[in-house]
């Protein structure tokens, strides 16, 4: 049984959480080992996430201390493990949606975008979005394309102009 004290500091973590968080998930985890829950809470620190596991009214409470409306954990099923991402939106989310695919003890019951609650189905549809890495990649391999394509053109006028002058010089040698 937790004390009263250890109640206000878990509202408190999790409310501190919500106000740096930019993307959350929340998942039923019902029958998942020790080890895999580990093994989900490294991968999420590798990707500057976090999980957090907590009963939902304490949830709730944190939620509304957030500034939250219209969230109800109490509405979802099983336990309630919350996932916070903190840097990009999307990693996180995505190794959540990939452990659920490997243990299917794992349901996402919904989550948080843009401090909105959003249905799972949105929240495996942000799964499947490109990471921001990928997507600077992606930029960065757009604006680069043109730029090579001028260099090529210039390096060709340079190459026709060195073949005319060879040419010419070639036929006063002779």
Same mark, same amino acid.
């Given at each position: 049984? @937790?004390?009263?004290?250890?109640?206000?500091?878990?509202?408190?973590?999790?409310?501190?959480?919500?106000?740096?968080? $930019?993307? +959350?998930?929340?998942?039923?985890?019902?029958? /998942?080992?020790? +080890?895999?829950?580990?093994?989900?809470?490294?991968?999420?620190?590798?990707?500057?996430?976090?999980?957090?596991?907590?009963?939902?009214?304490?949830?709730?409470?944190?939620? $509304?201390?957030? %500034?939250?409306?219209?969230?109800?954990?109490?509405?979802?099923? %099983?336990?309630? +493990?919350?996932?916070?991402?903190?840097?990009?939106?999307?990693? !996180?989310?995505? /190794?959540?949606?990939?452990?659920?695919?490997?243990?299917?003890?794992?349901? /996402?019951?919904?989550?948080?975008?843009?401090? $909105?609650? /959003?249905?799972?189905?949105?929240?495996?549809?942000?799964?499947?979005? !490109?990471?921001?890495?990928?997507?600077? +990649?992606?930029?960065?391999?757009?604006?680069?394309? !043109?730029?090579?394509?001028?260099?090529?053109?210039?390096?060709?006028?340079?190459?026709?102009?060195? @073949?005319?002058?060879?040419?010419?010089?070639?036929? $006063?040698?002779?």
């Amino acid at each position: 049984m @937790q004390t009263r004290q250890q109640k206000e500091t878990i509202i408190k973590e999790i409310s501190d959480r919500l106000a740096k968080t $930019k993307t +959350a998930a929340f998942a039923d985890y019902t029958g /998942i080992d020790v +080890a895999k829950m580990t093994d989900l809470r490294r991968r999420l620190r590798d990707q500057d996430g976090e999980l957090k596991v907590a009963k939902k009214t304490l949830v709730d409470l944190a939620f $509304k201390k957030a %500034g939250f409306e219209g969230i109800n954990t109490k509405k979802m099923s %099983g336990q309630l +493990a919350v996932i916070f991402s903190y840097r990009d939106e999307v990693a !996180p989310i995505k /190794i959540l949606a990939d452990f659920a695919k490997k243990e299917s003890q794992l349901k /996402i019951l919904g989550g948080i975008l843009e401090n $909105k609650f /959003i249905e799972a189905a949105s929240v495996l549809n942000l799964a499947k979005l !490109p990471s921001k890495q990928e997507l600077l +990649a992606n930029l960065v391999g757009s604006l680069s394309a !043109p730029l090579s394509g001028i260099v090529n053109v210039l390096q060709g006028n340079l190459r026709g102009l060195l @073949q005319v002058l060879t040419q010419i010089k070639n036929n $006063k040698n002779n």
